[in-house]
Antibody, heavy 123, light 111 residues
Framework: EVQLVESGGGLVQPGGSLRLSCAASGFTFSSYWMSWVRQAPGKGLEWVANIKPDGSERYYVDSVKGRFTISRDNVKSSLYVQMNSLRAEDTAVYFC????????????????WGKGTTVTVSS | QSVLTQPPSVSGAPGQRVTISCTGS?????????VHWYQHPPGTAPKLVIH???NRPSGVPDRFSGSKSGTSASLAITGLQAEDEADYYCLALDISLMSWVFGGGTKLTVL
């Protein structure tokens, strides 16, 4: 069974740092792009970042560029996001998702998601 | 304000048909980006119900269907069931923003 389990969320002060992890199982992690998506309280989903299977390419939403770093460890089948200079507006549930390539249509989509981990930025 | 516009809410009685629209622009849906749809009951993991405009992943009932025309896309759910009650989101790539963008979400209530 394909499974993604996030961890590492918690309460952090503004300006602080936090590292989230996502443990993958049930598929060949090293073959897939991966994503982080977040949902602020009472708001919709927001894409945060993507990373290529070998880690050589990373993409971010403008609001986190320079503050967040997505990374991965293919030996441990794990995805990470290092979040620095955290702001109140970063408060959200953070989901990791597999970014699957559908060759038949030449497009990507997030096909499997974890249940998320909650980050609260507050003093 | 989301780049992709969805109605905040829709509702229908059990057995009825509902549609959820997702309106974009020439830099996302109109540029040929595939549209994907997610079902998200609160407190759970989002679930992909339509990928590539109109394709159902295995295990998703054929009551769910998608379509796309011009700068808009739609998700249709027929034979509404109580278990369909959730928030629904569309997703596409915006080539102008060089970013993946979600719609603002639509809350489906089964009356």
């Amino acid at each position: 069974e394909v499974q993604l389990v996030e961890s590492g969320g918690g309460l952090v002060q503004p300006g602080g740092s936090l590292r989230l992890s996502c443990a993958a199982s049930g598929f060949t992690f090293s073959s897939y792009w991966m994503s982080w998506v977040r949902q602020a309280p009472g708001k919709g989903l927001e894409w945060v970042a993507n990373i290529k299977p070998d880690g050589s390419e990373r993409y971010y939403v403008d609001s986190v560029k320079g503050r967040f770093t997505i990374s991965r460890d293919n030996v441990k089948s794990s995805l990470y996001v290092q979040m620095n200079s955290l702001r109140a507006e970063d408060t959200a549930v953070y989901f990791c998702a597999r970014f699957y390539y559908y060759a038949s249509g030449s497009y990507y989509s997030m096909d499997v998601w974890g249940k998320g981990t909650t980050v609260t930025v507050s003093s | 304000q989301s780049v992709l516009t969805q109605p905040p809410s829709v509702s229908g009685a059990p057995g009825q048909r509902v549609t959820i629209s997702c309106t974009g622009s020439s830099s996302n849906i109109g540029a040929g980006s595939a549209v994907h749809w997610y079902q998200h009951p609160p407190g759970t993991a989002p679930k992909l119900v339509i990928h590539g405009n109109n394709n159902r992943p295995s295990g998703v009932p054929d009551r769910f269907s998608g379509s796309k025309s011009g700068t808009s896309a739609s998700l249709a759910i027929t034979g509404l069931q109580a278990e369909d009650e959730a928030d629904y989101y569309c997703l596409a790539l915006d080539i102008s923003l060089m970013s993946w963008v979600f719609g603002g979400g639509t809350k489906l209530t089964v009356l």
